[in-house]
């Protein structure tokens, strides 16, 4: 019920603006488990196929939350869309809505599809991971931290990208941030462009 309080506010108000920070680092234990498992079958030139990924080896608490999107170029090689092929159902249960085999561009929340959207395709572009950090808040004792990560990889020969995108608990119960007169407002989503998989120091 939060969640959907949440994503039902992203919907009238534009996109949190970025801002790089050198020395951001994740909070939840998730993306560096992924970090290290990517970093550990990377190969020379660093993007990993999906081919090679094998999601039983994971964590448990990392599939649900995990999205593996495939790059639409234009005729210039530019990201101008990405395809959800997987997306964890954890994923699904918040956003109310499947997005497998569906672009991002038709994704329902306009802030948070334009930041993906934005977020994704400078790991594309870069061929580098990218992790972001956005907090939003009820006020000033309630507030959710989301965390996002972006590889660059492979599937099927074609240009993907990777995600991981968790979510903190909430600090109240559920109902209290459902029914909560001020709804969450997304302050500035800070992220990071990282050298290599796991390269956090």
Not at 3 to 20: C, D, E, K
Request: charged fraction near 20%; aromatic fraction near 12%.
């Amino acid at each position: 019920m939060f969640y959907q309080a949440f994503m039902s506010a992203a919907t009238t108000r534009a996109a949190p603006n970025l801002a790089p920070s050198s020395d951001l680092i994740p909070t939840h234990q998730e993306h560096y488990w992924l970090s290290e498992y990517l970093a550990g079958i990377a190969p020379e030139d660093g993007i990993v196929d999906w081919s090679s990924i094998r999601p039983e080896e994971f964590h448990p608490s990392i599939f649900p939350y995990l999205v593996l999107f495939e790059v639409v170029e234009d005729d210039d090689g530019e990201a101008v869309d990405f395809v959800y092929r997987v997306m964890g159902e954890r994923l699904i249960e918040f956003a109310r809505v499947n997005m497998t085999g569906k672009p991002l561009s038709m994704f329902p929340f306009p802030n948070i599809r334009a930041s993906v959207m934005c977020l994704a395709q400078r790991a594309h572009e870069t061929k580098r991971p990218v992790f972001s950090n956005t907090r939003s808040s009820f006020d000033y004792e309630k507030s959710l931290m989301t965390e996002r990560s972006f590889y660059p990889v492979t599937r099927n020969g074609r240009p993907s990208v990777l995600a991981l995108i968790t979510v903190t608990k909430p600090p109240v119960p559920f109902a209290d941030l459902f029914s909560a007169a001020t709804l969450p407002q997304a302050e500035i989503e800070h992220f990071r462009v990282l050298e290599t998989p796991h390269a956090w120091v």
